[in-house]
């Protein structure tokens, strides 16, 4: 793996166990500078984007890893190509609009041209003008190419690396996870639409919060008063082997509809009614009665299904104190009018202005904003224990944030 300059000699992680996060971690130029190099240059799998979003050759879409601009590209042939989005001459973007279809990618600075695989085609004035000037006759023009990451398709879900020892997709998130990968996306699928907005926060406080289960119930007024998420229900947490992943998953009881519990929280609004209740209908179109089901890939997707909503979520850092978080929305090819309306009204839950999700959205920044009062102080992981073991009928546990931190610290080497 490449080295860096950024070192972590200042930085001690203050525990023996996940459990204990200084706030340091949220706040420091220097750690996110190294998790650059150390997590997102390094042996994970960074989301891209879905096969259904470039289907025909010469379609692309861009995106990032970390803070790296890639192409993700769909070659003549139909092979599937992740590229870095910089020109290797002068370092200019190559595609600055977010999709398109194209023959060939042009840099508009000084025109040199490559395929849709990154192969650099053509150079203008190669050769000079009138005999004079242009490349050297040894310049080698199949070196300079557009930077590849790996590519490894999964399902329907287009996954990139930079490292030669990431290991296959299937082995990094294990099995039981991509059984419920195969379950939610069990067929073509379209995108409906997407979200997109800034979070006022560091990229691993959305990551946390995806993984804390525990909050669903007590944060999520709508979650709860409306029986989507409740501590009384069904289902548990599933984490993988080593800790890094996890599924948080909601099950409605079998001889209920509403699955109404006596716990007396915060959230819990007897009194809030739903003028229109065709975005709490729920179509079992995936074979069971889950009601939520978060999952993410460590470092910076969430697959989502909460009734019939399904969608990706990448998360996008953008410096120490900034995130953008993407929704893609999402339904299956094969949706009538009737699904797709469905679809479309249960995802006024999401989103930046969503009902559930517009607390997310906030939650985090107030972390961020206190974490300033002194970034050497930690936060307390401790329900569930201490460990990453996964929770088989309960979601009371941080065990996936701790996992979280496992596999941070583990990429950082703190």
Avoid at 10 to 20: A, L, Y
Avoid at 313 to 321: A, D, N, Y
């Amino acid at each position: 793996m490449a080295q860096t300059s950024v070192h972590t000699s200042d930085f001690i992680w203050p525990h023996t166990d996940s459990s204990r996060a200084p706030f340091q971690v949220y706040t420091d130029p220097q750690l996110y500078a190294l998790e650059q190099e150390r997590i997102f240059r390094g042996p994970v799998w960074n989301f891209l984007g879905l096969t259904c979003e470039i289907p025909n050759p010469g379609d692309y879409k861009t995106t990032f890893v970390g803070d790296a601009p890639i192409i993700l590209s769909r070659a003549a042939d139909g092979a599937i190509h992740a590229l870095v989005n910089r020109c290797a001459h002068k370092g200019a973007l190559v595609c600055y609009k977010p999709r398109g279809n194209v023959s060939e990618f042009t840099c508009v600075y000084h025109n040199w041209t490559y395929s849709l695989a990154g192969d650099l085609t053509g150079i203008a004035f190669k050769k000079g003008v009138g005999g004079k000037g242009g490349l050297d006759a040894d310049f080698d023009q199949s070196a300079h190419g557009l930077e590849r990451l790996r590519v490894e398709i999964y399902g329907q879900l287009v996954f990139g690396t930079f490292s030669d020892e990431t290991p296959p997709f299937a082995q990094f998130i294990g099995d039981e996870l991509c059984a419920n990968i195969d379950r939610v996306f069990s067929k073509p699928l379209k995108v409906l639409g997407y979200h997109s907005q800034m979070l006022p926060n560091n990229w691993k406080l959305y990551a946390e919060n995806n993984k804390d289960s525990y909050h669903a119930s007590l944060l999520h007024v709508f979650h709860n008063t409306f029986g989507v998420v409740r501590p009384n229900m069904g289902g548990g947490v599933k984490i993988s082997p080593n800790g890094w992943h996890h599924l948080s998953y909601t099950v409605r009881n079998a001889d209920s509809n509403d699955a109404t519990g006596a716990e007396k929280v915060r959230s819990l609004k007897d009194s809030y009614k739903l003028n229109d209740v065709r975005m709490m209908e729920h179509k079992l179109e995936l074979g069971d009665r889950t009601t939520n089901a978060i999952q993410t890939v460590f470092p910076t997707l969430v697959v989502q299904q909460i009734l019939n909503a399904l969608a990706v979520r990448q998360i996008l850092p953008k410096g120490p104190e900034s995130t953008e978080l993407i929704w893609t929305i999402l339904g299956f090819e094969d949706d009538d009018a009737q699904m797709q309306e469905l679809r479309m009204q249960v995802n006024n839950l999401v989103g930046p202005a969503g009902l559930i999700s517009m607390e997310d959205g906030c939650v985090g920044g107030w972390v961020q904003r206190a974490a300033k009062a002194d970034p050497h102080a930690r936060t307390i992981m401790p329900m569930g224990g201490a460990g990453i073991e996964a929770s088989e009928g309960s979601r009371v546990t941080e065990a996936a944030v701790r996992g979280f931190w496992t596999g941070w610290r583990s990429l950082m080497g703190v």
